[in-house]
Nanobody
């Protein structure tokens, strides 16, 4: 199983933007739905956005209209553009293969990337 590698996190002020990247080695990721998840301190990991192999997307209500998930299959990379960031978006962000339309994941988790939004 290929472990994803997340990057792009950082410290940003409320209202700012970040773009996260999720890279998989090998071509198998292009046929998989991929989800971005986040885990805040003391909370369970939650799915915030997912993209199917065909490019369909869905979002958690908390990020709808602010976050955009996209994929570049040629680069085996999935992105999460995050705009209008809020302090409650602070979390470690992870990506993984998902069963599209569900919260089911499969494969190993990566290290994640920390996003901190200051007020």
């Amino acid at each position: 199983q290929v472990q994803p590698v997340e990057s792009g996190g950082g410290l940003v002020q409320a209202g700012g933007s970040l773009r996260l990247s999720c890279a998989f080695s090998g071509s198998t990721s292009s046929s998989s739905a991929i989800g971005w998840h986040r885990q805040a301190p003391g909370k369970q990991r939650e799915l915030v956005a997912a993209i199917s192999s065909g490019g369909n997307t869905n979002y958690a209500d908390s990020v709808k209209g602010r976050f955009t998930i996209s994929r570049d299959n040629a680069k085996n990379t999935v992105y999460l553009q995050m705009n209008s960031l809020k302090p409650e978006d602070t979390a470690v962000y992870y990506c993984n293969r998902v069963l599209y339309g569900t919260s089911l994941t499969f494969g190993p988790w990566g290290q994640g990337t920390q996003v901190t939004v200051s007020s």
